[in-house]
């Protein structure tokens, strides 16, 4: 800190300049929300961003101001003023006032004081609003459900359609529409779709929470007459679930409940909820499902016209009907609460890039892109014409669609025309994963091009963060599929994949992506909800299960069920919320507790999925690194991830107690796996990666490891012989012990296995196999051959890391300290890599010309860098016309150099912009 005074006070007249009319920016709360509108706010907490600045910027002090109006925020602020509080941090700050009431709208802003106590001005005005979370008013609502219709499959019902009329007789000030459903659903308000998202509240576990939306429609009333509309299907609630074909897992008929809140000028209040005057209808969707498709009728269109409009005569439409609130209450009716991750809507929207008739009335769609969401079809054809519509990810050789990969899922939709005009129609109530379209069924002839369909692009509304390029097509390509396999399986949990009879929050998957995703995009919103739906999924007995939700499978085992304590960890490295750790400690206490059950003398069992997917494994099932050896490293691991949480939360004989379990976890894994030459479990690469990675053999013995994994890879003809397990880890400790050539190697290997391979034969998303297809021998076994699969994705972490070159300190996460150390190779002759840090902007980019390695680095605000360069002699380092000695001392650092690696180091970097430039050997 001494450091940095001595810094700021270098800077400090020309910074007093630059800081006059200099604001906070980027005002947020909780999960990086800017002015929300019914988001979770449990537990509250405050962020921004200093302004960028000419100079150096630091943060010594803020102040919060919080008010339920306007004139109050700028007067005296009547829910919180935090006063002048001594603080570097402007991340995650805890709100310190009263209870936020159910529904209340409050105004905030923030001022900060730079390192030299000036003042900057006050920020905008930002809000936040609360959804309704007083559960005496849900209660007043009833929870309905379809009372029409004919069972379409097994115990299902139709999707239908509710509607209730009311009026409003007086000035409105504002009105919020406030719903949760077991299900899926779509509200419209006097004809109109309320909001722009699909696939209602998420899923979650519905027996014990469901979410809910609040949607402003204050504009969207009318004076008078106005007419509310609800669409209700089954989606995650009774829809088709995992590969067993099981249905109805939470229930048989989908439910859902709506409060809308409108509060007139002169104050009073009225409200409208569900409950048995509500009427319902079949509407003109046959069926829906989230494996299957959906099926439209739109000639029963006309006996609907108007439904969601005023007028409308629902005569002859029966009463909903109402859930047993009794028996509800009885079974321990599941909480509504305001959800927690922003919704799904359509992200972008793509063009074919070709459109095939290769038989009258079948058409064939390419999207260049294989993608998940849905379509939306623009066509005109008699009436009566079945318009069927296929999904793939892949064609067969003689162009047809490859389907088999679906399993169970029939992923097909229908489209009955009416026969008029032009007829769009958009399945909402399922969702496909596909690059290719099918439409079949049409008419000779028909007038069918690139206008006549869309692709809609769905995914959970996260901001992309990251970006990363280099001078490398290939690895391009690597990371636009990474982000595709990404934006494919965040839909309201991380899914394993998006278009077979599966789609499940797999706990391992998660796990090991996790760090990338937190790079792509913001994911922490996405995690805070999932990190609840595991806690709501641990066993009894404390184990964490394979899938959250969990709708099947039971203990997760290692790797999978580590997830519990992984996940949070990397969310607070990425963005700094200890909440992540405080929230789910308790849950990580039980699991380590169990596992020590668990096991005999600290080993585990042999249980779980092995290196999942291992390629050459001796036996499949199993995988050529033992199971007990996985899940021994395991218990290590996340015993010490628990010690470190434990010590930042300030719980150091918890801390002390984790640690000695997991050395005593190590020891025992020495003993018991690890020969007198080193050779770890049966010799795989995995074992040896788990061994590396977690620290789990004694200082003297790892070099003899690394050794051997070397050696390893070389039996393999320089290949990877990894799975799920073994791959995230590879790149990095290649890295950590020196060998990042042979990292290199192993990622630009263009031969099976590698993450190349796919590439070459046209893969636009991350496979689930290394060959789930190869031009050579056509497809894999159909039975687990998805197409978009983000686990071997995991290697985009190191690309940001090691190629773009920085992360962050894991001492102040978030990048409040950046560490930049790129690991040069693999002949890239450039790299840009560029962060939307919770800090602001971080970026590394290079180029490498007639040897001269050319560096930009930015450094966020309000934080430092430790700047490592990829050269042992200072003498070939430069900043503009200084050497790096003069434009250190210039800027009071000292020049370090790193013990393990001889490679020089700046530490305590100030923020800023700079470029440096090395001469290369
Ligand atoms: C899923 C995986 C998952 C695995 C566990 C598969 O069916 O698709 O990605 O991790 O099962 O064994």
Redesign the pocket.
Known sequence: MKKLNLISAAFFFSALAAFSGQKPESLSVCDFQQNPLGMNLEPLTFSWKLPESPRPIYQSAYRIVVATNAQALEKFPDVWDSGKVKSNQNLHIPYGGRKVLSTEKLLWKVMFWDDADNASEWSQTNSLEAGLTDMSEWKNADWIKTSVGKIFINDRMMPCIFRKEFSVEKKIAKARLYIASRGIFEAHLNGKKIGDEFWGTGWTDYKKRVQSNTYDVTNMLNDGANALGLTLADGWFSGSMT?GNKECFYGKRPEIIAVLIITFADGSVKKINTDNTWKNAKSAILAADIYDGEAYDARLEENILGWDKTGFDDSKWLNADVANRQIAEAKGESLIEPRRNTPIRTIQTLKPISVKNPKSGVYIFDFGQNLVGSINMALKAPRNTVLKIRYAEMLNDDGSLYTENYRTADSTDYYIFKGESLEKWTPSFTYHGFRYVEFSGLPDESDVDENSLTALVWHNDMKQIGKFSTSNNLINKLQSNIIWGQKGNFFSTPT??PQ?D?R?G????AQVFAPTAAFNFDVSAFFRKWTLDLRDAQRPNGSFP?LAPAVA?GDGGPA?ADAGVIVPWVNYLAYGDKNFLSENYEAMKLFIAYMKKDSTDYIRRDLG?GD??QPYAENPRNTDTPRDLIATAYFAYSAKLTSKIALILDKKEDAKYFEDLSKNVAEAFTKKFVDENCIVGKDSQTAYLLALAFDLLPEEKRQQALDNLIKAIEKAGGHLRTG?VGTPLLANVLTRFGKSQEAYKLLLKESYPSWIFSINQGATTMW?RWNSYSKKDGFGSAG?N?FN?Y?YGAIGQWMYEKIGGFETSQAAPAYKETIFAPELGGGFTSASAQLESPYGLIKSEWKIQDKIFVWNITIAPNTSGKIVFPTDSVKNISAGNMSIQEWASKHNLLIDVCKSSGRIVLKNVPNSKYEFKVKLN
């Open positions: 590969w394993d994949c077979r599966e499940l797999w706990t391992g998957d394979s499978g999978w999925y999942w997917l799920f689930e687990m998805s699969h686990a």
